[in-house]
């Protein structure tokens, strides 16, 4: 079965600073991985995806991931963190269902606090 | 403007009453999910279906049923089974694997 590890269920940084959002996952195929974004009482937003095409995903509000074969991992990123990017961020993996569809396996999230 | 309609929003119940939760999609996305989210524990699937009338059981179905009889509709029915029904509950829509599940914006059920 397939899964996924966030470590770090909180991470807080300062506003314009870094941001590193860790995921680890496993898998027994090419994985396809996904981030997505929740804001509180809201639906889930895809941020980016990655389907074997490139290693370094460049996602939506200046977000990127790379997908490291070596480590299972596929780590989120932003260069310079904004007070709207305070969240919970979600890493998926997928696998399809026979017949069609697909299920995702999803972390634990990671809740972004952005501080001034 | 194609998406995915939960409603609604915020749902109380009292303990022992059945509840339907209803999800929409304009997406001609053949395949539709139930999610369950609980503080701290991620998503969970509790049902999906890959086309109409045709359904299965995700991780955690028990307390739960669902019916598929449109393509654009994908109810959900939290029973009196149900020993923890207190959750947020996310319907998504979908394709294969390499593609992304777009997810409505969920119905919060609170039962005392």
């Known amino acids: 079965a397939q899964s996924v590890t966030q470590l770090g269920s909180h991470v807080s940084v300062s506003e314009g600073a870094l941001v590193l959002l860790r995921c680890n996952y496993s898998s027994s195929v090419p994985p396809y991985l996904f981030w997505y974004v929740q804001y509180p009482n809201q639906g889930l937003q895809l941020l980016l995806k990655y389907t074997s095409a490139a290693t370094l995903v460049k996602g939506i509000n200046g977000f990127e991931a790379e997908f490291k074969k070596s480590e299972t991992s596929f780590h989120l990123t932003k260069p310079s963190a904004h007070m709207s990017d305070a969240a919970e961020y979600f890493c998926?993996?997928?696998?399809?269902?026979?017949?069609?569809?697909?299920?995702?396996?999803f972390g634990t999230g990671t809740q972004l606090k952005v501080e001034l | 403007d194609g998406g995915i309609t939960q409603s609604p929003k915020y749902l109380f119940r009292k303990e022992g009453q059945n509840v339907t939760l209803s999800c929409e999609q304009n997406l001609n996305h053949d395949a539709m999910y139930w999610y369950r989210q609980d503080p701290g524990q991620g998503l969970r699937l509790i049902y999906y279906?890959?086309?109409?009338?045709?359904?299965q059981k995700g991780d955690i179905a028990e307390g739960y049923s669902v019916s598929r009889e449109k393509k654009e509709s994908f109810p959900l029915t939290v029973t009196s089974a149900q020993k923890n029904p207190t959750a947020f509950y996310l319907c998504?829509?979908?394709?294969?694997?390499?593609?992304?599940?777009?997810f409505g914006p969920g119905t919060r059920l609170t039962v005392t």
């Open positions: 279906s890959q086309i109409v009338n045709d359904f």
């Open positions: 998926a993996v997928s696998e399809g269902f026979t017949g069609g569809g697909n299920k995702l396996t």
């Open positions: 998504a829509a979908g394709r294969g694997p390499e593609y992304e599940q777009y």
